[in-house]
């Protein structure tokens, strides 16, 4: 079982982008999805969760700027990020607390850089 991330890339302030998390390796859905993100010297934080239910929470520093969702059909998982500002630059990553078997699974990461 996989997380594969995307989406990351180079944008100015004020800009967008949509990050995915798509599951491989397994038809079983991962229900619940977190996003991460870690900025150079600083500790990982989590920025966005969905819950099994589809219950979703953003963290305050991006609240009104990020949105998380999900395609079950698809078994993919979306962050969606407006309004991008530089201290949004980090490396994002998904990560599933749990897929069939598989506890506490991780996507490889991908890059966003904000620039001012």
């Known amino acids: 079982v996989q997380l594969q991330a995307s989406g990351g890339g180079l944008v100015q302030a004020g800009g967008s982008l949509k990050l995915s998390c798509a599951v491989s390796g397994t038809v079983v859905k991962a229900n619940a999805m977190d996003w991460f993100r870690q900025a150079p010297g600083k500790e990982r934080e989590l920025v966005a969760a969905i819950a099994d239910g589809g219950s979703a929470s953003v963290a305050d520093s991006v609240k009104g700027r990020f949105t998380i969702s999900r395609d079950l059909a698809k078994n993919t998982y979306y962050l969606e990020m407006n309004n991008l500002k530089p201290e949004d630059t980090a490396v994002y990553y998904c990560?599933?607390?749990?897929?069939?078997?598989?506890?506490?699974?991780w996507g490889q990461g991908t890059q966003v850089t904000v620039s001012s």
């Open positions: 990560h599933a607390p749990q897929i069939w078997k598989y506890l506490d699974v």
